[in-house]
């Protein structure tokens, strides 16, 4: 049974920094890519980050690059987005995911960018 499981959400200052991960279990980790996505009050669920099954390439959301940076460890089972500059746009509901068969979703960790 897949479980991605979200951790560290919570509340940061403008131009601050968190760092979001995901524990996963339940398939071979290592065989996936990983993907962060977010979505804010009223709007659609929009791609973030992904990150390849070896942790070699990554792509970025262009309102997130030069700002954000994914990364796994396959040895722990778990993918990270570390969040720096943030803004209160990046408010949102941050979910990691897993494409095999179909979309697996982590429950989501909410992110508020508040002073």
């Known amino acids: 049974q897949v479980q991605l499981v979200g951790f560290w959400g919570g509340l940061g200052q403008p131009g601050g920094s968190l760092t979001l991960s995901c524990a996963a279990s339940?398939?071979?980790?290592?065989?996936?890519?990983m993907k962060w996505y977010r979505q804010a009050p009223g709007k659609v669920r929009e791609l973030v980050a992904e990150?390849?099954?070896?942790?070699?390439?990554?792509n970025y959301a262009n309102f997130v690059k030069g700002r954000f940076t994914i990364s796994r460890d396959n040895a722990k089972n778990t993918v990270y987005l570390q969040m720096n500059s943030l803004k209160p746009e990046d408010t949102a509901v941050y979910y990691c995911n897993v494409r095999q068969s179909i979309d697996y979703w982590g429950k989501g960790t909410l992110v508020t960018v508040s002073s």
């Open positions: 339940g398939f071979i980790f290592r065989w996936y890519p």
């Open positions: 990150i390849d099954s070896a942790a070699r390439s990554t």
